[in-house]
C-alpha cells in the first residue's frame, strides 16, 4: 500500500493508494484520493442533460469500486428585466461546477448501476455567484453498453438545494431556476432549502 498526503505513483497496487492525487497502472483495491488516475481502470467521459442543467459534461476517473466525479452543467433562462424604464426579455446563462464519487457495481455482461454523489455550486445568471448556492444530488443511473466504449445511461435523482441568493422583488430567499414543484420547501434563516426528484441521462465513452 501507498500513503502520501499529496501524491502516489505505482504500476500495480495490490492493496491501497491514500493520497490527495493517486496515479497507477492496475490496482487491486480501490484508491482513496480527489484524484485518481488509474490506467486500466474506469475512466469516462459522457454528455447528457437533467431537468435543471441543459447541457451536462462529466468525467469520472479511478475504479468501479471507486471514482471520482468532475461536473460541468449549464442551462439558460429568459427573464422580464427593467432597463430605463422600460420592460424587456433578456436570456441568462445558468451554470454549476461539481464534484464528487460514484460506484459502478456490474449488473449484467452489458449493463453497470452508477451510484453517485456529488455537490455542485451554481453560479445563477452571472459568472460567479459569491453566495451559497450548493446543489447536492444523489444519482442512480443504468448503464447499457452500446459498443466498445460507448454506453446509454439514465436514472433518477434526489436534489437538495441550499441557496442564500436573495430576491429584492419578490423578498424571498432561494434559487430562481428550481423546479416549480419541490418535494419541500423549508427556510432557515436566510437559508432557502429544497428538495425534488429529477433525472439524468445521455452518453458515455
Given amino acids: 500500500s501507498q500513503h502520501s498526503a499529496f501524491y502516489n ?26 484524484l485518481n488516475i488509474v490506467k486500466y481502470g474506469y475512466n469516462r467521459v459522457e454528455v447528457g442533460a437533467t431537468e435543471g442543467l441543459f447541457v451536462k459534461l462529466g468525467a469520472k476517473l479511478g475504479t468501479r469500486k471507486l471514482y471520482n466525479i468532475f461536473h ?55 459568472s460567479w455567484t459569491d453566495r451559497l448556492n450548493l446543489l447536492g444530488q444523489f444519482r442512480t443511473t443504468f448503464d447499457f453498453k452500446l459498443g466498445e466504449r460507448l454506453s446509454f445511461y439514465a436514472g433518477p435523482t434526489f436534489n437538495v438545494m441550499f441557496s442564500n441568493l436573495y430576491d429584492p422583488v419578490s423578498d424571498t430567499y432561494g434559487s430562481r431556476v428550481l423546479p416549480v414543484d419541490p418535494l419541500f420547501n423549508v427556510q432557515e434563516g436566510s437559508t432557502n432549502i429544497q428538495g425534488w426528484i429529477g433525472f439524468s441521462a445521455g452518453l458515455r465513452m
Avoid at 11 to 23: A, D, F, H, P, T
Avoid at 101 to 119: D, H, M, Q
Fill in 72 to 126: 460541468l452543467g449549464f442551462r439558460w433562462d429568459t427573464f422580464e428585466k427593467e432597463i430605463d424604464g422600460q420592460v424587456g426579455s433578456a436570456a441568462y446563462t445558468t451554470w454549476g461546477l461539481g464534484y464528487g464519487f460514484g460506484v459502478a457495481p456490474r449488473l449484467g455482461k452489458k449493463t453497470l448501476l452508477n451510484i453517485e454523489l456529488v455537490g455542485m455550486h451554481i453560479n445563477e445568471m452571472e
Fill in 9 to 34: 505513483r505505482a504500476r500495480y497496487v495490490s492493496r491501497r493508494q491514500v493520497g490527495l492525487i493517486n496515479v497507477c497502472d492496475t490496482t487491486a483495491k480501490a484508491p482513496y484520493g480527489l
